[in-house]
């Protein structure tokens, strides 16, 4: 089969899901308002599946992170909020802080519409601190004409350390969309930053037909704003480009640029890193690297919208939050009485040898372990597996593994030809964690059932690619659920192991918790986000496995299961 036609067919099947699932592609993107649906009021919800230690407010729906920063020793969440109902719209800017990334407390929403320019809508955005102490907040308006324009925002009062109440200037907005740009796809403002030259910077997202742009604007005084000459910063033939981030990783000499963007076609993120020139405005993407929608992703799975700020408080570091939508139906949400949860932050960092970006859940997260449970040197025969037992609350649980392959790479499938240029996504939809093979799968049933009937694999499988060693990661959650209208997808990723120089040792790290399973391979090179619904592997009866479905025998070297304590997501008032 060839390439044209393997890919014809994963859209056919995406779209058909997509259908079939409208709650999972419905973001910030679409756009789409349901005004039948605005009026509900679903109470405090108290699901089973509502997560205990990811973030998500007590009700309604969420999307897009927003805003994120650090600020006078305070961590500040905001994000898009529907405060009305459990579908979007109605879109404020919800606003949570925190001294740790771990508990939270929820204030009222900071930005709401209330004027010309954001009178339909106020999307998301960025936070810039000003080097006169004043953080500034930039966002997209939809003003009275359904066009969207970048508008900024300040504290009202510097002196109240949460930063309660936020005020919009009357001249904005300040980036309105010029001649030849798409006024209904223009949205997204960047942070900014500072130029050699005196000049603010950012980045805002558009498209021209089908090709997304990165547009770069320049001010002197953060109010008057212009695009740079010479054209966008970068562009794809990829459709709308959403949610970017231009920001610096690396040291010194090593110092790279990353630009990242969501693309509203695919519903998932990608980036480049290269060479930023501030004289010229000119950003090249590193030459190894592919472009597009073959580039690299942060999180191979259900992860959306992202937003990075730069930790000041810690050495410093980059942390990443990214929002995961609901993969059950809109009635679905409509009877939970929530929608959404943003990941767990993340810090990201340039990896040693300059190939991609690293990321691990951010260490605050440790602190929530409690009951601990170790396994050291069980072997996994070919076809075998075990109960992971002494968690009190497998649903809820951080686990740490790392496997060996310990019979040899010799039994390692041969990559399908087919498959060559293919993402991993139809790889493991096509040889999923029941599918027998050489070398794996080997790895985690989690948010499984007494007997199995209901699990979530998260593993890996060896194939050898005329004498290299390919390693697949994959979530696979076709039997998460009796529940069969869900979106069910196989999320993948070709993880940069060398078995050679490793041992055979891949590690593994997987959080769970409730209907997120959320997983990092070789320490954070590769991470995959999935939701899942089980209807009986919940709270306390849920499990915890260990399985190796291939023909070679693997080892835990070690294992390390941690049930997780709840975090604290508070409002002002139950302080």
């Given amino acids: 089969m060839g390439m044209a036609i393997i890919q014809a067919r994963t859209w056919v099947v995406f779209l058909l899901l997509a259908l079939l699932s409208p709650s999972w592609p419905v973001a ?11 009026s ?37 969440l905001f994000y898009q909020y529907n405060p009305k109902a459990a579908v979007w719209g109605n879109i404020v800017w919800a606003h949570a802080v925190s001294t740790d990334l771990v508990n939270w407390v929820m204030l009222e929403p900071a930005i709401y519409p209330t004027a010309p320019f954001d009178v339909n809508g106020c999307w998301s955005g960025s936070a810039t601190v000003l080097p006169d102490g004043r953080p500034a907040i930039m966002y997209t308006g939809i003003d009275g004409d359904g066009r969207q324009v970048q508008n900024v925002a300040y504290p009202k009062d510097l002196s109240d350390p949460y930063l309660r109440e936020w005020v919009k200037p009357d001249y904005n907005p300040v980036i309105p969309p ?30 021209d037909n089908h090709r997304g742009l990165a547009v770069l604007y320049r001010s002197r005084d953060f109010q008057s704003w212009a695009p740079a000459e010479g054209g966008p ?14 920001y610096p990783v690396g040291d010194g000499a090593q110092t790279k640029h990353v630009l990242k963007v969501s693309l509203d076609l695919t519903r998932f993120e990608y980036y480049t890193f290269g060479s930023y020139d ?21 999180d191979y799975g259900n992860f959306y919208a992202s937003k990075t700020f730069l930790d000041t408080a810690n050495k410093p570091r980059r942390v990443l939050w990214g929002w995961a939508n609901e993969s059950d139906s809109t009635a679905d949400d409509v009877r939970k009485g929530w929608a959404g949860v943003q990941a767990i932050p993340r810090k990201l960092w340039l990896a040693p040898d300059g190939k991609q970006l690293m990321q691990w859940p951010v260490a605050e997260v440790e602190s929530l372990r409690g009951n601990h449970v170790n396994i050291t040197d069980r072997l996994v025969e070919a076809g075998s597996y075990f109960e992971v037992q002494g968690l009190m609350i497998p649903a809820q649980a951080d686990v740490e593994v790392s496997f060996a392959v310990v019979g040899g790479l010799d039994k390692a499938e041969p990559f399908d030809p087919a498959w060559r240029g293919a993402d991993a996504q139809t790889v493991c939809a096509a040889r999923g964690a029941d599918a027998e093979g050489g070398v794996g799968p080997f790895g ?12 979530t694999a998260v593993f890996f499988r060896v194939f050898n690619d005329d004498g290299k060693h390919v390693v697949l990661m994959c979530n696979d959650p076709s039997r998460s659920s009796y529940a069969d209208h869900l979106y069910k997808p196989t999320f993948a990723g070709f993880i940069d192991v060398d078995l050679a120089k490793t041992g055979g040792k891949i590690p593994l790290r997987t959080l769970i918790d ?9 320490h954070g090179k590769m991470s995959i986000l999935s939701r899942v619904y089980p209807t009986q592997a919940v709270g306390d009866k849920a499990r915890l496995y260990v399985f190796n479905n291939g023909e070679t025998d693997v080892k835990v070297t070690h294992l390390n299961a941690y049930d997780m304590r709840s975090a604290k997501i508070s409002t002002e008032i139950d302080r």
């Fill in 40 to 76: 509900l009021d679903a109470g405090l919800a108290a699901d089973a599946l509502r997560t205990g230690y990811h973030f998500q407010p007590p009700m309604h729906w969420i999307n897009d992170p927003n805003g994120v920063m650090y600020y006078k020793g305070v961590y500040h």
């Fill in 233 to 246: 910063l970068h562009h794809g033939d990829t459709g709308m480009w959403e949610c970017p981030d231009f």
């Fill in 178 to 207: 010029g001649s030849g740009v798409n006024a209904t796809a223009f949205r997204d403002p960047t942070t900014a930053w500072l130029g050699p030259d005196g000049l603010w910077r950012l980045v805002v997202g558009t498209k």
């Fill in 514 to 522: 409730h209907s997120m399973v959320e997983s990092f391979g070789g």
């Fill in 278 to 298: 501030h004289a010229n405005d000119t950003y090249v993407p590193d030459a190894a690297l592919a472009d597009g929608e073959r580039g690299l992703r942060y």
């Fill in 444 to 455: 985690l049933w989690v948010l499984a059932s007494d007997q199995l009937k209901e699990r």
């Fill in 28 to 38: 910030e993107a679409s756009h789409h308002v349901s005004p039948d649906l605005q």
